[in-house]
């Protein structure tokens, strides 16, 4: 199957010089990512080539830096994830589309009304201000103005499956860090809040990786056929319970397992230098260019679940450790407050001006109560000094206080 | 003036080990932890983490046993006597620590003169040696939770879901080291302020008699 199936696919690829074989060897990585061997290349292949029509897709940007677009589109040198997600059919994709004003949200509204979508959503949801952001459309007074988050119910509730891609789409990102005063919030916490059920794979990481994205869309065409129930029962999921501060909701985010199933630090190519206790120490030092391990300069690897050393970026090239900067943790939820300062092991505690303090290091912290415990004994033991205990100890009372006050009365404990 | 007397069965031969045996441990957990915490100089890591995790197995399983054989050893109900009870007992508020615990703060503060009557250990003692088992099962607890072959399994991904992830564990679990440090300071500062006959008994296990009686 996978040998006869040319098609619009096939020339979409050879009109942008990639051959079969780069696109096959790209399946693979892409099986992989899903979990799949990677002799299931040709079936991921006929999976993209031979649906039998475009998977309609709606890309919403909300609450971001369009990074993830950035991350996907890569307009300037297209590569086989550009092509393979162009083919997808985005009927509306705000940053790269040529449909503009009526026409273009036309094409949500049909899309809704006719079902068989998938919606990729890129960004957090900005519940504060009563949702007035994100507006699309709208007279001179704003009347007939469409809220970023009344498109996100539009386009959600009739979805075949939402793919948060980004940190900022799964739990609100670093839109949402301390103090989020955009009300920053997830969609999968956002949707369960407002009672749509549509199934929401969460996909973080700032930006998201491309590669990823095609394994889902994949995994959904190719595995599921489809059938969002599908699609959940047969993939491998992780869950993560957490409770968001902004819609109150305790949310369970579904993340796939074969790309979020284990830490950075367990995959890192400079793990063999961390059991061996060989450490940068400064960034741009010699250690680092050896490939020394980046513990001590804050990689936040060990707590940080993606598989960022296996795909890689940048159709493979790189990635942050590889280039030797220390993970900053961006897969992990709340990631900015969970991690930063980016370059300590620990993240700040955030005192927000309680007693004056701002943010502080859990170690001065540490060394602080520490340090007051010690002056706190010296003080202490000059005083029992001075007042003769040392050495005999003190007199001892012949009886309690309490007893003696008692004494009068009802005789006490005794 | 008087000190009374250090005898043997106030800390029978068994917890004489098994203190010797936390005091090893604590001081290789705390070494090793801030190590992993920050490698202070290069080629440990291994052995840090190793340490790390054999002595935590050991403390656990020693503290278990010494709450176990409470039950079972005797040891002296009250400070200077061979006068022995169950050893439970004796860790319990005795009815000599009724109503001393804030004579025994006011001590301490220079508020009042005289020593407190107390049972084989005071109030603020009792207290604080009661608080570090939780403590010590709460800190084996929190180490499971960012420890990567444990951190999947229920138990443990409940209490990582509760404080909002593995990076807030770890400064929970970094704070309590600190609580053990202070806890360990003030021990030895106490046990010690007016001799060094209670480190001589429970170290070297040798009495010291009493004094001025």
Same mark, same amino acid.
């Given at each position: 199957?996978?040998?006869?199936?040319?098609?619009?696919?096939?020339? !979409?690829?050879?009109?942008?010089?990639?051959?079969?074989?780069?696109?096959?060897?790209?399946?693979?990585?892409?099986?992989?990512?899903?979990?799949?061997?990677?002799?299931?290349?040709?079936?991921?292949?006929?999976? !993209?080539?031979?649906?039998?029509?475009?998977?309609?897709? %709606?890309?919403?940007?909300?609450?971001?830096?369009?990074?993830?677009?950035?991350? =996907?589109?890569?307009?300037?040198?297209?590569?086989?994830?550009?092509?393979?997600?162009?083919?997808?059919? $985005?009927?509306?994709?705000?940053?790269?589309?040529?449909?503009?004003?009526?026409?273009?949200?036309?094409?949500?509204?049909?899309?809704?009304?006719?079902?068989?979508?998938?919606?990729?959503?890129?960004?957090?949801?900005?519940?504060?201000?009563?949702?007035?952001?994100? $507006?699309?459309?709208?007279?001179?007074?704003?009347?007939?103005?469409?809220?970023?988050?009344?498109?996100?119910?539009?386009?959600?509730?009739?979805?075949?499956?939402?793919?948060?891609?980004?940190?900022?789409?799964?739990?609100?990102?670093?839109?949402?860090?301390?103090?989020?005063?955009?009300?920053?919030?997830?969609?999968?916490?956002?949707?369960?809040?407002? /009672?749509?059920?549509?199934?929401?794979?969460?996909?973080?990481?700032?930006?998201?990786?491309?590669?990823?994205?095609?394994?889902?869309?994949?995994?959904?065409?190719?595995?599921?056929?489809?059938?969002?129930?599908?699609? %959940?029962?047969?993939?491998?999921?992780?869950?993560?319970?957490?409770?968001?501060?902004?819609?109150?909701?305790?949310?369970?985010?579904?993340?796939?397992?074969?790309?979020?199933?284990?830490?950075?630090?367990?995959?890192?190519?400079?793990?063999?230098?961390?059991?061996?206790?060989?450490?940068?120490?400064?960034?741009?030092?010699?250690?680092?260019?050896?490939?020394?391990? !980046?513990?001590?300069?804050?990689?936040?690897?060990?707590?940080?679940?993606?598989?960022?050393?296996?795909?890689?970026?940048?159709?493979?090239?790189?990635?942050?450790?590889?280039?030797?900067?220390?993970? *900053?943790?961006?897969?992990?939820?709340?990631?900015?407050?969970?991690?930063?300062?980016?370059?300590?092991?620990?993240?700040? =505690?955030?005192?927000?001006?309680? !007693?004056?303090?701002?943010?502080?290091?859990?170690?001065?912290?540490?060394?602080?109560?520490? /340090?007051?415990?010690?002056?706190?004994?010296?003080?202490?033991?000059?005083?029992?000094?001075?007042?003769?205990?040392?050495?005999?100890?003190?007199?001892?009372?012949?009886?309690?206080?309490?007893?003696?006050?008692?004494?009068?009365?009802?005789?006490?404990?005794? | 003036?008087?000190?009374?007397?250090?005898?043997?069965?106030?800390?029978?031969?068994?917890?004489?080990?098994?203190?010797?045996?936390?005091?090893?441990?604590?001081?290789?957990?705390?070494?090793?932890? $801030?190590?992993?915490?920050?490698?202070?100089?290069?080629?440990?890591?291994?052995?840090?983490?190793?340490?790390?995790?054999?002595?935590?197995?050991?403390?656990?399983?020693?503290?278990?046993?010494?709450?176990?054989?409470?039950?079972?050893?005797?040891?002296?109900?009250?400070?200077?006597?061979?006068?022995?009870?169950?050893? =439970?007992?004796?860790?319990?508020?005795?009815?000599?620590?009724?109503?001393?615990?804030?004579?025994?703060?006011?001590?301490?503060?220079?508020?009042?003169?005289?020593?407190?009557?107390?049972?084989?250990?005071?109030?603020?003692?009792?207290?604080?040696?009661?608080?570090?088992?939780?403590?010590?099962?709460?800190?084996?607890?929190?180490?499971?939770?960012?420890?990567?072959?444990?951190?999947?399994?229920?138990?443990?991904?409940?209490?990582?879901?509760?404080?909002?992830?593995?990076?807030?564990?770890?400064?929970?679990?970094?704070?309590?080291?600190?609580?053990?440090?202070? $806890?360990?300071?003030?021990?030895?500062?106490?046990?010690? =302020?007016?001799?060094?006959?209670?480190?001589? *008994?429970?170290?070297?296990?040798?009495?010291?008699?009493?004094?001025?009686?």
């Amino acid at each position: 199957m996978a040998q006869e199936a040319h098609g619009a696919l096939h020339d !979409l690829l050879a009109v942008r010089g990639v051959s079969r074989r780069d696109f096959l060897k790209y399946c693979g990585s892409v099986a992989a990512a899903i979990g799949l061997s990677e002799t299931m290349a040709p079936q991921v292949a006929a999976a !993209l080539e031979g649906a039998p029509k475009l998977l309609p897709a %709606l890309w919403i940007n909300g609450g971001s830096c369009t990074g993830c677009t950035e991350s =996907i589109a890569q307009v300037d040198s297209p590569d086989v994830a550009t092509i393979v997600l162009d083919y997808l059919s $985005f009927e509306y994709f705000e940053t790269i589309m040529a449909a503009a004003g009526t026409w273009a949200e036309e094409n949500i509204t049909k899309r809704v009304a006719e079902g068989g979508y998938i919606v990729i959503y890129e960004g957090s949801v900005m519940t504060g201000q009563d949702g007035n952001t994100l $507006f699309v459309g709208g007279g001179p007074n704003n009347e007939g103005a469409k809220k970023g988050i009344d498109i996100l119910k539009e386009v959600a509730s009739n979805a075949v499956a939402v793919i948060a891609v980004g940190s900022c789409a799964v739990d609100g990102g670093w839109v949402m860090a301390h103090p989020n005063p955009a009300k920053a919030t997830g969609v999968a916490a956002f949707l369960q809040k407002e /009672g749509i059920t549509t199934p929401v794979v969460s996909m973080p990481t700032c930006p998201v990786n491309p590669e990823w994205v095609v394994a889902m869309v994949v995994q959904l065409l190719l595995v599921a056929d489809r059938d969002p129930a599908k699609f %959940l029962e047969l993939t491998q999921w992780v869950k993560y319970t957490y409770h968001d501060g902004v819609t109150d909701q305790d949310v369970t985010l579904t993340l796939p397992k074969g790309i979020y199933g284990q830490s950075i630090h367990d995959n890192c190519p400079r793990r063999g230098h961390f059991e061996n206790g060989e450490f940068v120490t400064e960034l741009g030092s010699k250690e680092e260019a050896m490939g020394y391990c !980046l513990y001590k300069v804050g990689c936040k690897g060990p707590q940080t679940y993606t598989q960022c050393p296996v795909t890689r970026w940048n159709r493979s090239a790189s990635w942050c450790v590889n280039s030797g900067a220390p993970c *900053i943790g961006c897969g992990g939820l709340n990631w900015v407050d969970n991690n930063a300062p980016f370059l300590k092991r620990l993240s700040d =505690i955030q005192f927000d001006g309680f !007693l004056g303090m701002g943010n502080t290091q859990p170690g001065h912290i540490g060394a602080a109560v520490g /340090g007051a415990v010690a002056v706190g004994l010296v003080a202490h033991g000059l005083g029992m000094k001075a007042a003769g205990r040392i050495g005999d100890g003190p007199p001892m009372e012949e009886m309690k206080a309490y007893d003696r006050k008692r004494m009068a009365k009802k005789g006490g404990d005794k | 003036m008087s000190t009374h007397a250090y005898y043997r069965e106030a800390h029978p031969l068994i917890f004489v080990i098994t203190h010797w045996i936390n005091l090893v441990c604590m001081v290789m957990l705390a070494f090793s932890g $801030f190590y992993i915490h920050y490698p202070f100089f290069d080629g440990f890591m291994g052995v840090a983490r190793g340490m790390h995790f054999v002595a935590m197995y050991v403390v656990i399983i020693n503290l278990t046993f010494r709450i176990i054989a409470a039950f079972f050893v005797k040891s002296a109900n009250k400070m200077g006597t061979r006068e022995v009870d169950l050893d =439970i007992k004796n860790w319990l508020p005795q009815e000599e620590n009724k109503h001393q615990f804030w004579e025994t703060v006011k001590y301490y503060l220079f508020l009042r003169k005289e020593g407190v009557i107390s049972g084989k250990y005071g109030s603020l003692q009792k207290i604080s040696y009661l608080a570090t088992i939780p403590l010590t099962y709460l800190q084996a607890y929190t180490g499971f939770c960012i420890y990567a072959p444990a951190m999947d399994l229920g138990f443990f991904k409940g209490g990582l879901e509760l404080v909002g992830g593995p990076m807030n564990m770890r400064i929970i679990h970094y704070f309590i080291m600190w609580v053990f440090i202070v $806890f360990t300071m003030v021990h030895a500062y106490l046990a010690n =302020i007016y001799n060094f006959a209670p480190s001589k *008994i429970i170290f070297l296990w040798k009495e010291t008699e009493a004094k001025g009686h």
